[in-house]
T-cell receptor, first 111, second 111 residues
Framework: DAGVIQSPRHEVTEMGQEVTLRCKPI?????LFWYRQTMMRGLELLIY????????DSGMPEDRFSAKMPNASFSTLKIQPSEPRDSAVYFC?????????FGSGTRLTVV | LAKITQPISMDSYEGQEVNITCSHN???????ITWYQQFPSQGPRFIIQ???TKVTNEVASLFIPADRKSSTLSLPRVSLSDTAVYYC????????????FGTGTRLTVIP
């Protein structure tokens, strides 16, 4: 079991550029979550999917953020255009029910 | 959502037992109590989950009183590698199963 796989591990981009973060959940897990973590705001839930369907995206900060889950083994979080305040660590997690498994995160720096 | 209160930080010496208490006064009937551990530069890791009384696994014990308005995570004989942030969460067992993380408790184990 390779766990939840996120890519890239690190991303540095210039303000205004499009950024795409990727996540491969654990096979068989039917829920997938995107979190953002900063020193100031801690861990924030952005959006989650059940069976590939977005259930709650109320945590998505603004229209610049979008997430998709085209199939059970892949999800993306896109920021377009990116801004310096988007700099954070973005985590993906998946779950069957008990015990969510988090990926190692993508550290995004927008300069 | 249940309001979660836990200490911001704790220090302990190696080899001691550490108890971290979390209060969740308005916990709902269907809610479970879940604890996660997060090391620097890693995603949170599930430690233990319980509904009432006591739960024990190879990592920790979780004590939940009858009124379920608080819970205590007990780490036996901590080592330096237990230095981490510990999050207490109230996790709905049905319906929307999104997790909201609080500020957590930063445990520092001292040699």
């Amino acid at each position: 079991d390779a766990g939840v796989i996120q890519s890239p591990r690190h991303e540095v981009t210039e303000m205004g550029q499009e950024v795409t973060l990727r996540c491969k959940p654990i096979s068989g897990h039917n829920s997938l979550f995107w979190y953002r973590q900063t020193m100031m705001r801690g861990l924030e839930l952005l959006i989650y999917f059940n069976n590939n369907v977005p259930i709650d995206d109320s945590g998505m900060p603004e229209d610049r953020f979008s997430a998709k889950m085209p199939n059970a083994s892949f999800s993306t979080l896109k920021i377009q255009p990116s801004e310096p305040r988007d700099s954070a660590v973005y985590f993906c997690a998946s779950s069957p029910r008990e015990g969510y498994t988090f990926g190692s995160g993508t550290r995004l720096t927008v300069v | 959502l249940a309001k979660i209160t836990q200490p911001i930080s704790m220090d302990s010496y190696e080899g001691q037992e550490v108890n971290i208490t979390c209060s969740h006064n308005n916990i709902a009937t269907n809610d479970y109590i879940t604890w996660y551990q997060q090391f620097p530069s890693q995603g949170p890791r599930f430690i233990i989950q319980g509904y009432k009384t006591k739960v024990t696994n190879e990592v920790a014990s979780l004590f939940i009183p009858a009124d379920r308005k608080s819970s205590t995570l007990s780490l036996p004989r901590v080592s330096l590698s237990d230095t981490a942030v510990y999050y207490c969460l109230v996790d709905p067992s049905t319906g929307a199963n999104n997790l909201f993380f609080g500020t957590g408790t930063r445990l520092t184990v001292i040699p």
